[in-house]
C-alpha cells in the first residue's frame, strides 16, 4: 500500500478560507473565549482520571457536557437533526475541522478513531486516551486489520464507535469535486461494522453563519494552516453554527461488501449519486430519514445488491 493510498489528501487551498478583513466579535470577546475555552481543557485535564472509573453511561453523559460547553465557550452553536442511535453503531462523518470531534462528542459520544499523533497533544491527548480512543498508526498499512479488528470487538461490546473515513479535512463546500479528498470514504473501517453486524450510522458535518445561513469555512482545518490560525478564526466569529444531521442507518447483512457500504455512508453524508453496485447483497431494507429542512418522501427500492438513489427530500433508500 503506497504512501500516497495511506495519507490521503484534499485539494484544498488558501482560496477556500474566508477573506481577511471580514466583520467578528471584539477583542475583549476573543480573549473571553479563550480564557474559557482554556478553562475547559483544565475541566478536561480533570476529567482523565475520572472518566476511567465511571460507568460507560455516565462517562458519555459527562463526555457530552464537557463537548457542548466547550463549543459554547468558544461561541459556536450546536444544531443536531435527525433520530440519534440508541445503541451500538458505527458513526461515520465527513471531516471538515477539530471542532467535529467536539459536535460528534456532543451529538452521541463514542469511543474514536484517530491518528497516532493525537496522543501527544496537550490535553486533548490525555482526555482522548481516557475516552477510549483507538488510535492507528498511518506509518503502518500491516497495523490495519489489527485496528479494525479491534473496532468491531468494541463494536461488539455494545459501544459505539466514530471515524472520519475520509482520513482528512477539507472545506466541506459543494460542489468544487476538486477540494474533496479523491478516494473519498476510505472503505477498511466499514469491515468493523460488516463482522459485528452493527448498524453504520453516517452524520452529515457542516458550518454555517446564523446572520446569513450561508455555508462558511471559518472552521476548516486545511491543508499549510496551522491549528492556531484555525482557533483563531473560530474564536474571532460571530454567529457561528455546526448543523449535525443524522441520516438513515445502514444495516449491512453478514458478508457485505464494506467498497459497497462506504460508498453508500458517503452518499448520505455529500448527497452523491450512487454507483451501480452488482453482485452479492450488502444492505438491509431501511425506513429513511430525511435530511436537514426537507421531509421524508417514499420511493422506489433498489433492485437486489444495489443501492437506490436518494429522492429529493427523502433519506437514503437501501435494500437487500
Known amino acids: 500500500m503506497s504512501a500516497e493510498l495511506w495519507r490521503p489528501t484534499a485539494g484544498c487551498g488558501p482560496d477556500c478560507l474566508p477573506g481577511e478583513g471580514r466583520a467578528g466579535v471584539s477583542s475583549g470577546r476573543q480573549v473571553a473565549r479563550l480564557v474559557g475555552v482554556l478553562g475547559m481543557l483544565l475541566a478536561g485535564a480533570g476529567l482523565t482520571v475520572l472518566l476511567p472509573v465511571l460507568p460507560a453511561a455516565w462517562r458519555a453523559a459527562v463526555l457530552r457536557a464537557w463537548a ?6 468558544l461561541g459556536v452553536r450546536l444544531v443536531v437533526r435527525g433520530r440519534l442511535p440508541r445503541r451500538r453503531a458505527l458513526l461515520v462523518a465527513n471531516h471538515v475541522s477539530w471542532l467535529d470531534v467536539f459536535a460528534v462528542l456532543a451529538v452521541a459520544p463514542a469511543r474514536l478513531l484517530a491518528k497516532r499523533e493525537v496522543r501527544s497533544w ?16 498511518r506509518s503502518r498499512p500491516r497495523d490495519l486489520p489489527r485496528t479494525v479488528a479491534r473496532l468491531a470487538a468494541i463494536l461488539r461490546a455494545g459501544h459505539p464507535v466514530t471515524v472520519f473515513p475520509e482520513g482528512t479535512t477539507w472545506c466541506g463546500i459543494v460542489p468544487p469535486a476538486a477540494c474533496r479528498p479523491r478516494r473519498g470514504f476510505r472503505p477498511a473501517v466499514f469491515q468493523a461494522a460488516v463482522d459485528a453486524g452493527a448498524p453504520v450510522v453516517p452524520l452529515r458535518i457542516s458550518y454555517r453563519c446564523a446572520a446569513t445561513g450561508a455555508t462558511t469555512t471559518t472552521a476548516a482545518f486545511l491543508g499549510d494552516d496551522t491549528l492556531w490560525r484555525s482557533v483563531r478564526r473560530v474564536l474571532a466569529a460571530r454567529d457561528l453554527v455546526v ?24 452518499s448520505a453524508v455529500h448527497l452523491l449519486p450512487p454507483r451501480p453496485a452488482a453482485g452479492r447483497p450488502t444492505l438491509a431494507v431501511l425506513d429513511p430519514v430525511a435530511p436537514p429542512g426537507s421531509v421524508a418522501a417514499s420511493g422506489p427500492v433498489a433492485a437486489p445488491g444495489s443501492v437506490a438513489a436518494p429522492a429529493v427530500g427523502a433519506g437514503l433508500g437501501l435494500a437487500a
Open 68 to 73: 457542548r460547553r466547550t463549543a459554547g465557550v
Open 122 to 137: 496537550p490535553v486533548l491527548g490525555l482526555l482522548a486516551r481516557a475516552g477510549g480512543t483507538v488510535f492507528v498508526d
Open 243 to 266: 448543523d449535525v444531521a443524522v441520516t438513515a442507518a445502514l444495516h449491512p447483512v453478514p458478508g457485505a461488501d464494506r467498497r459497497v457500504l462506504a460508498r453508500a455512508a458517503e
